[in-house]
T-cell receptor, first 114, second 110 residues
Framework: NAGVMQNPRHLVRRRGQEARLRCSPM?????VYWYRQLPEEGLKFMVY????????ESGMPKERFSAEFPKEGPSILRIQQVVRGDSAAYFC????????????FGSGTQLSVL | GESVGLHLPTLSVQEGDNSIINCAYS??????FIWYKQESGKGPQFIID?????DKRQGQRVTVLLNKTVKHLSLQIAATQPGDSAVYFC?????????FGDGTTLTVKP
């Protein structure tokens, strides 16, 4: 049973480009969460999605960031017109039921904006 | 909202000693608490959890204590080993959303 798969592992973008981060949850999990981590800091919640629905996006910046979790395929975190401050590790996690459950994390995508 | 803070950003212990990592949370409505371990270059990994209707839970070499009165959570690691060296995060969860603290870096000296 494969774990949470994130790709790419590393992503380099120039300022103004778009970044697309992908996350495939564990088999049987329909709840996906995206977190952002800056060096030496904890994980900051961004968004919580269930298949085809955004449940909680209270941690998402209002502009340039969007997330989706379609009926088929991986969840996508999209960052448009990236700026240097977007450089961080982005982690995806999944759970089976979505409430009062441990999260299973992927290995993260390290985004570097030049 | 919820905020979660750890009491010490770093902790250094001798191999074989017991380690205690402490955490405070702010939202009394949080009803599920989890400790995660993160090794360099990897995603967080679940260690142990506890629900708000309990005050203690034990796993293999790890114990979590929850004090809801003062909104405090602790992780105890018995007989700490070099492989326990990592960053430890506590998380408080409500309605599916987990809020993480900034982490305590545990260093185990041989």
């Amino acid at each position: 049973n494969a774990g949470v798969m994130q790709n790419p592992r590393h992503l380099v973008r120039r300022r103004g480009q778009e970044a697309r981060l992908r996350c495939s949850p564990m088999k049987g999990h329909s709840h996906v969460y995206w977190y952002r981590q800056l060096p030496e800091e904890g994980l900051k919640f961004m968004v919580y999605l269930q298949k085809e629905n955004i449940i909680d996006e209270s941690g998402m910046p209002k502009e340039r960031f969007s997330a989706e979790f379609p009926k088929e395929g991986p969840s996508i975190l999209r960052i448009q017109q990236v700026v240097r401050g977007d450089s961080a590790a982005y982690f995806c996690a999944s759970s089976q039921q979505g409430t009062n459950e441990k999260l299973f994390f992927g290995s993260g995508t390290q985004l570097s904006v030049l | 909202g919820e905020s979660v803070g750890l009491h010490l950003p770093t902790l250094s212990v001798q191999e074989g000693d017991n380690s205690i990592i402490n955490c405070a949370y702010s939202n009394s409505a949080s009803d599920y608490f989890i400790w995660y371990k993160q090794e360099s270059g990897k995603g967080p990994q679940f260690i142990i959890d506890i629900r708000s209707n309990m005050d203690k839970r034990q796993g293999q070499r790890v114990t979590v204590l929850l004090n809801k009165t003062v909104k405090h959570l602790s992780l105890q690691i018995a007989a700490t080993q070099p492989g326990d060296s990592a960053v430890y995060f506590c998380a408080a969860s409500r309605l599916g959303k987990s809020t993480f603290g900034d982490g305590t870096t545990l260093t185990v000296k041989p």
